[in-house]
Every structure is written in C-alpha cells, then in structure tokens.
C-alpha cells in the first residue's frame, strides 16, 4: 500500500503546497485532517496561481479531495473558497470533493472569541490567525460543538444551541460584549446548510472504499509540528495535533493507513505569531532570507521572523512524527550567502542540549549553537538533478540530512511542479 502523510517539521510555511500539489497529481484521494482555514497553501501551475485555505490540495487537479473529521471547517469561508477558484476554472462537485458530516463547524461567535481573547492579552497575545480555530475546537471537546451533521436537523437544534449560546455569553460578558443572537446564527446556518450538505457524508466510508479499491491516499497536514498543541511551542501553537499520528484519527482510517510519512523541511526557519526561535535574525541576514524568500504569510499577509536552519527543532518534529524522509525546500533562499549557519545543539544556564525543553521559560532562553559553513554563489533556482547543484549546496543538504537523522527524499528548487530533485518516490517506497 503506497499512502503518504504530509505534514510541516517546522512552524507551518514549510512549502507543503508545492510538494502537496506534486504529490496529489499522483494519489488517488487527498484527505485534509486537522486545522482549518488558518493553513495557507499557494499552488502554482503553469503560471497560474491558486490559493488554498481549507480546500484539499488535490481539488485543483481534479484528484478526489476529502475534508476529514479532524477539521474544523467554516462553512462561510469554505463557500466563499470554493466560488474563487470555480471563477478559476476549477470543477468542484460531490463526485470530487467530500466533507466528513461528524466535522465540527466555525462558527462567527468563535471568530469574534479569537478577537477578543488576542486583543485583551496584549503583548502576550498568541498571534493567531483571528480565524476562529482554538475556539472551536474547545467546543468540540468540550462536546457542544455544532457539526456538518447538524445542518440537517436545524429544526430540532434549539436545544444545542442554547447549550452553546449559554457558554458563549457568559465568556463574551467577560469582554463587556452582549449576548450571542440566536436568532441571526440559526437563520445564516439555516441559508448555508444546502451548500454544505450537498459534499457531506460519512468520509470514513468513502476512503474504507477508496482503500479497499487499491487508491494512493495523500493525507495533507496543514501548520507544522512545532505548532502542534501537544508537541509544540506550547502555548504558543495551534488548538490541534499537527503531528502524522493524527492523518488517522482525523481522517477516520487507522494508523496502519498513513503510509510514508513525508516531512516538509524548510532551509532556513521562519515563524508567523508570538513565541519562542532560538535561531531567529533580527540583522541584514534575517531580512535578506525574508526577502528573498517572500516570507508573507498567505493567511494574513503578516511578515513571517526568520532565521537559520535548526537541526535540534526538525530532529525533535522527525522523531515525533515518525518522519520517514524529508523534502527540503527553498534552497535556492540561500543562494549568495558567504557562509551559511546550521544550530546543531543550545545552550541554556550554561548547559549543553541536544533537545528543545518543554518549558515555556527554557525555550525562550536557550542559545542556539551554530556550526558554520561556506556559501555558494551559484544559483540553485529550478535545479532538477542533483548533479546541478553547486558543490557547496549539496554539502549543507548532506549536512542536514545527518544532523536531523532522517534522509532528505527530495529537494525543492522553485515554486514550479516540476523544479524538484527526487532521491526517494514516497508513494514507491
Ligand atoms: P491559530 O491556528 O489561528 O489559532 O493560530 C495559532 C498559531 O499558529 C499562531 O502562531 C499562528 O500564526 C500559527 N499558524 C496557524 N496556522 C498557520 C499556518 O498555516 N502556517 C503558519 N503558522 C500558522
């Protein structure tokens, strides 16, 4: 069985699009499984340019795309996705494109908590999206979430509405805001129901199919492990568990069904929101890799903090996540550099660690230790065989390999499909 789970080793931004997009042109069925419309993806195909923010990556090539029930999905934006890329040229029907009907929604109650919550923590304020993500997924374990299988019962919801609208006014009265109008809510999930009705079902039947007919199943993960609410920069992270582990439980398919699980590795770190970064520039290095990187968040356009390669950080996220090889993308940032700079090791009150400590304080305090090595002035930029890159640059993504203790599968030159040096077919091995 050839499945691939594709998930970001670093803080989310690691160019999963590209490689996702590749890879979906060849799997059978795409599967988002956690997060929401906080993931940017940017595909660029032949010239054109699709932006993606909940939808699978496969729906542009027309692969079968499933939202799982690990996500959260707005239906608003979700409308609102599939209308710009229908103007796009693309065909987006129930034949191609399917929504897990135990999915929790977004709701505007949940946008509006994100707000309040980020404007009053100030300075210690997480950096999220504003899309509403950490608060619907509280009320998704908090078991009074409203579900894509809700729409089709908006009759009889008044129950669990004011269960929900109980919770909820009392936080907003915390923020001197009036009580949640039931009345509005029932009547906008009233107008949108149809829409997402027409693509739900239980998804878990579809891909026990898909499987048993034999189909490459991409599982896409969206943010990175560093943001996952488990393993990440707690509390400066998302409200899911990014790591691989979750392809199953948010899919609705076992662990037996993740397959090769492919992580997608920066050449150089870069963070959007508050939180630790060991490696972080704040001189003419760290504008010259945002620059030449475009480092602007897809999301929110936000500039994105950058800095040099952290091995200690993507040795931990490979191990968490069972990574069973990486792809490196964008090299080609690192063009033109004199000397480049790899952290292999922090040092924190005078110690030596080879790990990222979970404590909030520890992580902001560690000092990264740099091993350092020559530049190359030649362009890597759309390389497509290992035999074009310069000698320089083959030595740092040998160096990378070793350090992070997981094999690089394949490097990635340019935002183009085809601009990608394969050592290692995920979907063959
Ligand atoms: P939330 O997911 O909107 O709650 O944001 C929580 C944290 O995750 C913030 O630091 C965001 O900037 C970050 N984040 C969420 N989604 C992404 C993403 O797709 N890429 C990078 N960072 C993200």
């Not at 990486?326 to 924190?348: P, Q």
Request: with cysteine.
């Amino acid at each position: 069985m050839a499945n691939v789970t594709v998930i970001g080793a670093q803080w989310g931004d690691e160019g999963k699009g590209k490689i996702v997009d590749w890879l979906a042109s060849r799997a059978d069925a795409v599967v988002r499984f956690q997060g929401g419309h906080n993931a940017g993806h940017t595909l660029v195909i032949d010239g054109n340019v699709f932006k993606l923010s909940l939808l699978p990556s496969g729906i542009v090539s027309g692969t079968l795309s499933i939202i799982g029930n690990g996500v959260v999905l707005d239906p608003w934006a979700l409308k609102g996705e599939i209308e710009k890329l229908e103007s796009q040229g693309v065909t987006i029907t129930d034949d191609n494109f399917a929504i897990a009907d135990n999915c929790p929604l977004i709701l505007p109650i949940h946008r509006d908590l994100d707000g309040l919550r980020e404007t009053a923590a100030g300075s210690g304020k997480i950096g999220t999206t504003g899309r509403g993500i950490g608060p619907a997924y509280e009320d998704k374990v908090g078991r009074r979430a409203i579900r894509v299988c809700d729409l089709a019962h908006l009759d009889t919801l008044e129950p669990q509405l004011d269960r929900l609208c109980a919770h909820h006014d009392a936080l907003r009265a915390g923020f001197d805001q009036p009580p949640v109008d039931r009345e509005a809510l029932l009547a906008e999930l009233k107008e949108i129901a149809p829409f997402v009705l027409r693509f739900a079902q239980p998804v878990w039947k579809r891909l026990k199919k898909v499987r048993k007919a034999g189909a490459k199943i991409l599982f896409e993960g969206a943010q990175g492990v560093l943001l996952d609410v488990d393993h990440g920069t707690y509390p400066f992270v998302t409200s899911s568990n990014t790591v691989s582990g979750t392809a199953a439980s948010g899919s609705g398919l076992g662990p037996n069904s993740t397959g090769f699980v492919l992580g997608i590795v920066k050449a150089y770190t870069t963070r959007v929101g508050s939180g630790p970064f060991p490696t972080e520039l704040d001189d003419a290095d760290g504008q010259r890799l945002g620059e030449r990187g475009h480092e602007f968040g897809t999301v929110t356009g936000r500039q994105r903090r950058c800095g040099w390669f952290d091995a200690v950080l993507v040795r931990q996220s490979c191990a968490i996540s069972g990574v069973t090889g990486v792809a490196l993308t964008k090299v080609d940032v690192l063009d033109g550099f004199d000397t480049v700079k790899i952290c292999t090791g922090y040092r924190l009150r005078g110690k030596i660690m080879d790990y990222f400590p979970s404590h909030a304080a520890d992580q902001a305090e560690v000092e990264p230790i740099y091993e350092e090595m020559e530049g190359w002035s030649e362009s890597t930029a759309g390389a497509r065989s290992y035999a074009d890159l310069p000698a320089n640059a083959i030595k740092y993504i040998q160096r990378v390999q070793e350090l992070i203790e997981t094999p690089v599968a394949l490097v990635s030159t340019s935002p183009e499909r085809d601009d990608t040096i394969l050592m290692r077919d995920p979907f063959v091995d």
